[in-house]
């Protein structure tokens, strides 16, 4: 990246909003999380409908950074999410958040494999989640994009990469049954993926992407295949 561009970057707002304290995104760890405006995807279910339309957001790398200062020895961990935080050039982000000593944890799409690469390269990611959107065959309908090639270049990335990582499954019944979760856990299987697979069941919300409500069908768990551990959330 150029002197220009990384000074752009550095004053542009990316950073949607800030969430001080959870104890639950990062597992076993007390965590922050940055929301990085703008997405790639349209996720139909996708409950972070301004996040991703944003342009722009509240807080600057600096201003993350100065407020990363005030909770070091408080908090173990950043977790980087969005939108789609891997849009965004990390490598001096990261960088200067790990030199403040906070493990990095990336949620993503995984979407765009040589930046997920080049941070993995570089051991500035602790702990990887990746969602799973749908099937290759459902894949462009519920995401509207055609980005399901760089999503599994990134799936067999992080399998091979050794990095503590889960990959995860929204579940609105009206878009995936139950042969399309099968599909995924198949898939799965098959690249050797052999941790567990989260499933989280979709949460009606009136600020959803498609504007979905509550599933008009239902979904029957004991039809899933029994080849990986799958944790309902």
């Known amino acids: 990246m150029s002197t220009d561009n990384a000074n752009s970057l550095k004053s542009k707002k990316c950073i949607y909003d800030i969430t001080k304290f959870t104890h639950v995104d990062y597992p076993n760890h007390l965590a922050c999380i940055l929301w990085f405006s703008g997405c790639n995807m349209r996720c139909d279910f996708c409950y972070n409908k301004d996040i991703v339309f944003a342009k722009e957001g509240k807080h600057t790398f600096e201003d993350a950074l100065a ?3 005030t909770r070091v020895a408080l908090l173990d961990a950043v977790v980087l999410s969005g939108g789609e935080a891997s849009s965004y050039e990390l490598v001096s982000f990261c960088t200067a958040i790990k030199k403040l000593g906070f493990l990095i944890k990336l949620d ?3 979407t765009n494999s ?5 941070l993995l390269d570089l051991g500035l990611l602790d702990f990887v989640a990746l969602d799973y959107k749908a099937p290759q065959h459902k894949f462009t309908r519920i995401t509207h994009s055609n980005k399901y090639d760089a999503f599994s270049t990134t799936l ?3 399998i091979k990469s050794g990095i503590d990582f889960e990959v995860r499954t ?3 019944a009206d878009l995936l049954d139950e042969a399309d979760i099968n599909c995924i856990i198949s898939d799965l299987k098959s690249r050797g993926y052999n941790k567990t697979y989260y499933i989280q069941e979709f949460v009606g919300t009136q600020n959803n992407i498609a504007n979905l409500q509550k599933s008009s069908k239902s979904f029957d768990k004991a039809q899933l295949l ?3 551990h799958v944790k309902w959330r």
């Open 156 to 158: 067999d990335l992080l």
């Open 114 to 118: 040589l930046h997920v690469a080049e």
């Open 67 to 69: 407020f990363l200062q």
């Open 170 to 172: 929204t579940l609105h």
């Open 108 to 110: 993503t799409n995984g």
């Open 226 to 228: 029994q080849c990986l």
